[in-house]
């Protein structure tokens, strides 16, 4: 197993997030599953386990608590989240002391060895200042320096300002943040800026999302030929675990494994480091341009210069792309934060982006088919409120 330093710990470089664990045909967490695969990631010293209240309904917390369980509790770390961002135009009324305390409860534990403040993005940033009873990071401190959160940080799906507003605020009080991170969303999402940002913040990089909730672990006939030419011995996944200790290097790396075929294909990634030459990392570049310019748009902006609703089109071309290559709850908060004076259905599709576009795009029906797209996903507020209220069920 590979490992990396943290504050004078070791932790191992893969993580195992428990937001994609084997399920029954009921639906209900395979638990003898489970352990095996928890049995398997402790045997090759896997020792960072993460997961959270909204998780399987709330029961990924009980399940990974009870498989961790059969284990001295030093030797493994726990991280959990606190659902701060449910809290969205009361949806659910979340305080920190009666999740905290529920947390666990169900994790069976009296400390979580590293605790984040879950999904900072556009439409929770809110729920983090302003009124008082929105300031949950003083509760956190608190808990620390009780002892019953060892590491204190957060994840982040909010874009480069909204991540740069969350460290105006907090930057002095976190000591790590978790980001979307792959080599498809190095550029798509501007996930290098974030990892400039966080490195000028003396922050190291927790990553979520390394393969893309499975989009990089398969692709057509020809372009795995293109891959296994180069690296017969290396699973498809495995490209994106290299790619992220080859450029990137972050801390940590979480991956939402589902069965303990996935656990043993990641451990054996993991098991020494096979940096990405020259060659691999344009192969990389080039599968992630493909995929993340569906719409051909390269950012040129001729076409704001006369726009008569002044909207901003590569950034909304860019949310085409990325919703293209999959639909995310987090894209459709952060497309539902902008003004709707902002959105594509602002177009009046007067063709004149359209005419000062060099790759010909056709404008207008690009922005019609993001708003009919945007307008048929379910809402930020109906999303919280269906985990809100599994969470209590479970």
Request: charge should be negative.
């Amino acid at each position: 197993m590979l490992y990396n330093d943290f504050q004078g710990e070791t932790l191992s470089a893969l993580g195992f997030g428990a937001m994609r664990l084997p399920v029954l045909d009921d639906g209900s967490i395979d638990q003898a599953h489970l352990d095996r695969m928890v049995d398997a990631a402790m045997a090759a010293g896997v020792n960072y386990f993460d997961t959270a209240h909204p998780y399987h309904g709330g029961k990924s917390e009980v399940c990974l608590g009870k498989s961790l369980a059969r284990y001295p509790r030093e030797s493994w770390n726990l991280a959990d989240k606190f659902p701060g961002h449910q809290n969205v135009k009361g949806v659910r009324p979340v305080t920190p002391e009666g999740i905290f305390e529920e947390q666990l409860r169900r994790c069976g534990v009296d400390y979580f060895d590293f605790y984040l403040l879950h999904n900072v993005n556009e439409n929770s940033l809110a729920c983090y200042y302003g009124k008082p009873e929105n300031r949950f990071m003083d509760y956190f401190l608190e808990q620390k320096a009780k002892g019953r959160i060892r590491h204190l940080g957060f994840s982040c799906h909010a874009a480069p300002a909204g991540l740069e507003q969350f460290l105006a605020l907090y930057g002095k009080d976190v000591e790590f943040c978790q980001i979307q991170l792959n080599y498809v969303d190095w550029t798509l999402q501007d996930a290098k800026r974030k990892c400039e940002i966080l490195k000028e913040a003396g922050l190291p990089v927790w990553v979520m999302e390394p393969v893309r909730g499975g989009k990089l672990a398969a692709f057509d006939a020809e372009t795995e030929a293109r891959l296994r030419a180069l690296r017969p011995e290396e699973s498809i996944p495995a490209w994106a675990f290299r790619w992220l200790r080859t450029l990137p290097k972050p801390t940590m790396i979480l991956s939402g494994m589902s069965s303990l075929e996935q656990m043993e294909d990641n451990l054996k990634t993991f098991s020494e480091h096979k940096p990405l030459n020259e060659e691999e990392l344009a192969l990389l570049s080039e599968i992630a341009d493909r995929l993340s310019r569906q719409i051909p748009c390269t950012g040129c902006r001729y076409c704001c210069a006369g726009c008569p609703k002044e909207l901003d089109i590569p950034m909304l071309m860019s949310t085409a792309n990325d919703m293209a290559v999959a639909k995310s709850f987090n894209l459709v908060a952060r497309y539902a934060a902008l003004e709707p004076e902002k959105q594509a259905g602002a177009c009046i599709g007067c063709g004149q982006c359209s005419r000062a576009c060099p790759q010909k795009i056709d404008v207008p029906e690009q922005m019609r088919r993001l708003d009919a797209l945007m307008a048929s996903q379910k809402s930020w507020e109906e999303i919280c409120r269906e985990r809100a209220e599994a969470a209590r069920k479970a």
